[in-house]
C-alpha cells in the first residue's frame, strides 16, 4: 500500500507561481509519479508525471509553464506551477502506479490540495 501527502496549494494571483509537494510512504520504489487535477464542474484530468529514471510527461495545456520533478531518496514528487492562470483553479492531486497508467492514473491517490488563481 502507498500512502501519498500533498502540500503547498494555496491562493495565488493571474502570473503567480506555486510548488506543490507529494510525500510517498509505504513503498521505497515506486515507477511512476504524477500530477492530476479536477478543474469545478469538470472531471479529473492529467496534468504531468514522472518516472524513477527521470522521463516527464505533460498535458498539452501546461506545457512550458509546469514543471515536474522528483527525489527518489526523499520518495518525493513536485510540481512547479508558473503563468498561472484563472482555469489552473483545481483541486491537484497526487498520483502513483507504473509507468503504463502514468496518463490514466495508478491505483494510489493522495488527499488533493486546491489552487485558486485569482484574475
Known amino acids: 500500500q502507498v500512502q501519498l501527502v500533498e502540500s503547498g496549494g494555496g491562493l495565488v494571483q493571474t502570473g503567480g507561481s506555486l510548488r506543490l509537494s507529494c510525500i510517498a510512504s509505504?513503498?521505497?520504489?515506486?515507477?511512476?509519479m504524477g500530477w492530476f487535477r479536477q478543474c469545478p464542474g469538470k472531471e479529473r484530468e492529467f496534468v504531468a508525471s514522472i518516472t524513477w529514471s527521470g522521463s516527464t510527461t505533460y498535458a498539452d495545456s501546461v506545457k512550458g509553464r509546469f514543471t515536474i520533478s522528483r527525489d527518489n531518496a526523499r520518495n518525493t514528487v513536485y510540481l512547479q506551477l508558473n503563468s498561472l492562470q484563472p482555469e489552473d483553479t483545481a483541486v491537484y492531486y497526487c498520483?502513483?502506479?507504473?509507468?503504463?497508467?502514468?496518463?490514466?492514473?495508478?491505483?494510489?491517490w493522495g488527499q488533493g490540495t486546491q489552487v485558486t488563481v485569482s484574475s
Open positions: 498520483n502513483a502506479g507504473t509507468i503504463a497508467a502514468q496518463r490514466s492514473g495508478g491505483p494510489y
Open positions: 509505504g513503498r521505497p520504489f515506486i515507477s511512476a
